[in-house]
């Protein structure tokens, strides 16, 4: 049988092509699939996945919020930031929407006629009009949503402010190691997660003109998270810690899995409760991150970034796959770091998250709402 370096030099010219535009590193997929095959390695990439030394909860004063302070000052620091042409606002549109049908999620709609992305662009209109210049609004596509996506902005006619950049496109292995193939015989690409937006952005030539131009913040959120939008008291919070990272935390409620703040390695840094020491009690902390993040302009375009890739397994076509994914929370591990808690209830939602259907339909009558109050429609 064919090593997996000896399939990957055989791949067809056009899904090289593909694959080369997009980020790929076959030394790198060789490098990630090595050992597989052997009769322990699921359990000693799970291993292999938790951190090492002492974690522990953070306190509650490391967690900060806006109650007892100067919002108004505060969003008069975001006001001026953003009418000096510091801010970029960046969506994270990429995957393919699985729980709803394998759909590009921004084209659905959210509510009477608004898709997720006519809701972003509406936002953008009303964030740039009060700031008297254009915002800059990005969106990480993926292979698979990217021609829907510019369609759409073409369609929708969007100002030239509006960019599209591709995140990473990977291949899956077997569980042994080789090139996964599909039903059709094709090897089966996947992208490789949020964490592929900080090299995704590097590549797409966006962040040299905006830094040049005086840019100094981006904001980074999910496409289908619309409790996430530009808040210019926030941002005049983040401008003030003088980090290079704010994350935005909300309360757990029952059922709620996800990346947690803890003190790992000698920082207080975002874990998914998979890397977590066996033993650690996740529940013990009561916040979640959101992933929605402001990050320094500079540190994401130059900070170097020792990212992890995680080992995880699909079913595809009815069988096991194996593909590697990083998580953008990682940023936090890198750069130094605040955590922000946001309501994830009532008016001031900051949390909103649409991962299906029932999901869509269940938070329609909070979203319309929400979209209306912040200018995403008229």
């Given at each position: 049988m064919l090593s997996l370096t000896e399939e990957l030099s055989r791949l067809d010219p056009d899904l090289r092509a593909r694959l080369e535009r997009a980020g790929f590193d076959a030394a790198r997929l060789v490098r990630l699939a090595g050992g597989l095959g052997a009769p322990d390695a699921a359990a000693k990439r799970a291993a292999e996945n938790r951190v090492q030394g002492e974690v522990r909860a953070p306190d509650a004063s490391e967690l900060l919020t806006l109650e007892g302070q100067d919002q108004a000052a505060l969003a008069k620091v975001g006001h001026d930031a953003i009418a000096r042409g510091e801010l970029a606002f960046c969506v994270m549109?990429?995957?393919?929407?699985?729980?709803?049908?394998?759909?590009?999620?921004?084209?659905?709609?959210?509510?009477?006629g608004n898709t997720f992305l006519s809701l972003r662009l509406g936002e953008n209109r009303t964030v740039s009009a009060r700031a008297g210049r254009p915002v800059p609004l990005w969106l990480m596509t993926s292979e698979a949503t990217h021609s829907g996506i510019e369609a759409a902005l073409r369609a929708a006619n969007a100002p030239a402010h509006v960019a599209c950049f591709m995140q990473d496109l990977s291949l899956r292995v077997t569980p042994e190691g080789h090139l996964f193939r599909d039903a059709s015989g094709a090897p089966s690409t996947y992208a490789t997660g949020h964490g592929d937006l900080v090299d995704a952005l590097r590549r797409s030539g966006l962040l040299a003109p905006f830094l040049a131009s005086g840019g100094k913040y981006v904001w980074i959120a999910n496409l289908d998270n619309l409790g996430a939008a530009i808040d210019e008291a926030i941002l005049g919070r983040f401008v003030g810690t003088g980090k290079d990272v704010m994350v935005e935390v909300c309360d757990k409620v029952a059922g709620d899995r996800g990346g947690i703040p803890v003190h790992a390695a000698g920082k207080l840094q975002v874990l998914e409760e998979f890397r977590l020491p066996t033993g650690f009690d996740a529940s013990s902390v009561r916040v979640f991150n959101t992933n929605t993040f402001l990050v320094r302009a500079k540190a994401l375009a130059e900070a170097p970034i020792d990212w992890s890739f995680f080992y995880v397994e699909k079913k595809v076509d009815g069988r096991v796959a194996v593909q590697f994914e990083r998580l953008l929370q990682e940023l936090t591990a890198a750069l130094p770091s605040a955590y922000l808690r946001v309501p994830r209830e009532g008016d001031a939602s900051r949390f909103l998250p649409v991962k299906?259907?029932?999901?869509?339909?269940a938070r329609r009558p909070v979203i319309e709402k929400l979209a209306r109050t912040r200018g995403m429609v008229g």
């Open positions: 549109a990429g995957g393919m929407a699985t729980r709803m049908g394998g759909v590009v999620k921004a084209l659905v709609e959210a509510f009477a299906d259907m029932d999901e869509l339909a």
